[in-house]
């Protein structure tokens, strides 16, 4: 719940939405994984470490389709 409430808070924070997808797959919840992943990959970048998490989102999922 922390983790939705603050992709709420923040929706266009990449580093928050790849976290939930993170979780979202160590819990099995894969379909969820890639639906947030879809989200963060069409997001852009407003900070400096986002970018690298963007990248980290795409190749994730890659490995996840």
């Not at 266009?12 to 939930?20: A, F, Q, T, W």
């Not at 069409?42 to 900070?47: G, K, V, Y």
């Amino acid at each position: 719940q922390y983790m939705l409430r603050l992709i709420q808070l923040n929706p266009n924070y990449i580093v928050y939405g790849y976290d939930l997808a993170k979780f979202y797959e160590y819990m099995g919840k894969k379909g969820d994984a890639v639906a947030q992943l879809k989200r963060v990959v069409t997001l852009t970048p407003h900070a400096p470490e986002e970018y690298n998490y963007l990248r980290a989102a795409q190749k994730y999922l890659s490995k996840l389709q």
